[in-house]
């Protein structure tokens, strides 16, 4: 079985793609810088500029290509440097590819994929935020974050094999994510995960924080007995509850990990979805773990004490069991 990293999966499942006619890749940097990144580096050469679209700094621009594209039967890949430059875009994404196929009645589809990444480590307040909720909050859009290589892979094929816009997140911080990718691997958007079993806590999680959480989990089961069973949502939009609400009735406890603030956003929906369909089973209240609710800092120090770490989660889980 190959083991790769998640660079290493995108760029084999987007060589697959690139064999088809249909699909050429346009965003800033991704031909002759080689990307930012590292995952389109080598295409421009490898298959020239008809098919690695080197674009100017005008996000707007980019996605409305790709939009236009799509309406006429190529299968655009859109690449958005960094999720914070979609704000630019927000026009093109919300109020035109998540609304063509309702705006035209059924008779026009936006087969779309925008690749754009979440991440921070010393990008400050403009360069560091997360707007998964904000992608999930609009109905014509499908928002997928996976955290494993394996996934990367098999969702990215899902994402081009789906005929709606599909917003592909990736975190910056997990390219170098190593992992096993089976050949005969596949994932459905909408689909969530079991990524642990466990019998006391259940954590709902998705992206880099499925990683944070198993090393937490391992932590606790070492060390004291404690089992952290973890759902990863992988998509959160549309949002696969069950496997979540499955384990909530088991273990009557859970507490919800995600990079992002933490008001307003996916894990609130998430809490908000356990108690609606799962308050018979609450033992505790359940907790959450984000960002704390500041901009970004660029200081190290600082920013440690905003972000999302093993020793937050762990407290989160010892609130819970108390």
Known sequence: MAVMTVREALRAELREWLKDDRVFIIGEDIGYYGSTYGVTAGFLEEYGPEKIRDAPIAEAGIVGVGIGAAMLGMRPIVEIMSVNFSLLAFDQIINHAAKLYYMFGGQMQCPLVLRTTNGWRNLSATHSQAFDTMFAYVPGLKVVAPATPADMKALFRAAMEDPDPVIFIEHTLM??????VPDDYQAKIGESRLAREGKDVTIVTYSRPVHLCMEVAEKLSKEEGIECEIID????RPLDMSKALTSFRKTNRAVVVSEEWQSHGVQAEVVARLYEHGFDYVDAPIERVGYVEVPFPYATNLENQVVVTPE?????IRKVLE
Not at 175 to 180: P, R, T
Not at 233 to 236: E, M, V
Not at 312 to 316: G, K, L, S
Request: proline share 0%.
């Open 233 to 236: 949502l992988r998509t959160i």
């Open 175 to 180: 390219y170098g994510v190593k992992g096993e």
């Open 312 to 316: 937050r989660i762990e407290a989160a």
